[in-house]
């Protein structure tokens, strides 16, 4: 089955400085692969998004977060139709930055999945368990997944399986054990959603993918490509970890 894999950089709240000369720089070394092995995608902060969708073309984006709803009194929010009306493709939606210090909750994220796809937005789910809840991974797993709408075009959503644990720590699963992860994340998406679903839709692996250990990463049967954070804000090294599919 052969399934879209995507590299995607979230910049969080980084990137101010030389964000345009990252982007670009980027860019060129995609432009001069000689195959086009994943999607990239950049999610920068909101204050960076719109300059830098009309500056390069070329590239793909993302914003980090948006609302439910289209407009109104939400203080500091933006709205999943705000994005889409400065040309951005992407949201990520559900990292676990915001399900902890923002304390989204399932039943928010199910709205806010639905408000992106409804603007045509392609949404990047992120789920992952925290250290504590490791013997329970299934059952968070499933959880997190069932924000889900149960009509959902495969196309329109990317799921990033992040270990809480994993994220800017160094420290990530063993490559069996991710493999094993998204094998699973894979056959409860069959039951909660539908077989041709799970089948199609992209799963990536996040937390501290580096250009150190993306080969091994990302050549995994059941990974579709990675989310890389703190490695995605060099410039050299993210590059290295966009050639790392074989
Ligand atoms: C993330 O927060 O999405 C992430 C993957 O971070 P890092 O690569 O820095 O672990």
């Known amino acids: 089955m052969k399934r879209t894999k995507y590299t995607i950089a979230n910049w969080k709240m980084n990137g101010q400085k030389d964000s345009y000369k990252l982007v670009k720089s980027i860019s060129n070394y995609c432009q001069k692969m000689k195959r086009k092995t994943s999607k990239v995608v950049i999610c920068p902060p909101f204050t960076l998004l719109s300059e830098l969708i009309k500056k390069e073309k070329k590239m793909k984006f993302g914003g980090q977060d948006c609302h439910y709803m289209s407009e109104g009194a939400y203080t500091g929010s933006i709205s999943a139709n705000m994005l889409k009306s400065i040309n951005c493709e992407y949201v990520i939606l559900g990292h676990s930055e915001r399900r902890t210090y923002q304390k989204e909750t399932s039943q928010e994220l199910n709205l806010k999945i639905q408000s992106a796809i409804n603007n045509n937005l392609t949404v990047i789910y992120c789920i992952g368990e925290k250290l504590e809840e490791i013997k329970k991974r299934n059952t968070i797993l499933k959880k997190q997944l069932s924000s889900l709408p149960r009509k959902i075009d495969p196309k329109k959503i990317i799921i990033a399986y992040e270990p809480v644990w994993a994220i800017g ?9 991710i493999n094993k992860i998204h094998e699973k994340i894979r056959s409860i998406l069959s039951n909660l959603v539908s077989l041709s679903f ?21 050549n995994l049967n059941h990974v579709d490509g990675a989310l890389v954070g703190g490695a995605s804000l060099k410039s050299k090294e993210f590059c290295k970890i966009i050639d790392s599919y074989r």
């Not at 720590?169 to 054990?177: C, F």
């Open 198 to 218: 799970s089948k199609h839709v992209s799963i990536l692996y996040g937390g501290s993918v580096n250009a150190a250990n993306s080969i091994d990463i990302l």
């Open 169 to 177: 720590t160094g420290k990530i699963p063993s490559l069996n054990d």
